[in-house]
């Protein structure tokens, strides 16, 4: 399994950007896919997960901000983020499951693979 993260960069505040994770070597539809993101001196944390259902989770710092969705045909995931801060500066990485369910999506344990990770940087 591949994931391939890409669409980070430097945005300003209040800006957008959409991220994207190509996925190769798995049935995409039958996983859990999700970002996390890791910034300089913390722990990898979550920020959204999409079901094998088309559920979707959020960590409650980007409730109403950011949108995660889906492309089961073209093994897509995406992360649509709006109204940055510079706290939303991070790596973000891109992960993927089979055994997880959508009550442990929000833990880093749950996912089999991971991706390289896309910088995103939120300057004021």
């Known amino acids: 399994v591949q994931l391939q993260a890409s669409g980070g960069g430097l945005v300003t505040v209040r800006g957008s950007l959409r991220l994207s994770c190509r996925a190769s070597?798995?049935?995409?539809?039958?996983?859990?896919m999700a970002w996390f993101r890791q910034a300089p001196g913390k722990e990898r944390e979550f920020v959204a997960a999409s079901t094998r259902t088309d559920g979707v989770v959020y960590s409650d710092s980007v409730v109403g901000r950011f949108t995660v969705f889906r492309d089961n045909a073209e093994n897509t995931l995406s992360l649509q983020m709006s109204s940055l801060k510079p706290e939303d500066t991070a790596v973000y990485y891109c992960?993927?499951?089979?055994?997880?369910?959508?009550?442990?999506?929000?833990?880093?344990?749950?996912?089999?693979?991971w991706g390289q990770g896309t910088l995103v940087t939120v300057s004021s």
């Open positions: 992960a993927a499951t089979r055994r997880g369910t959508s009550s442990t999506s929000r833990w880093t344990g749950t996912y089999e693979h």
């Open positions: 070597g798995l049935t995409f539809r039958n996983y859990i």
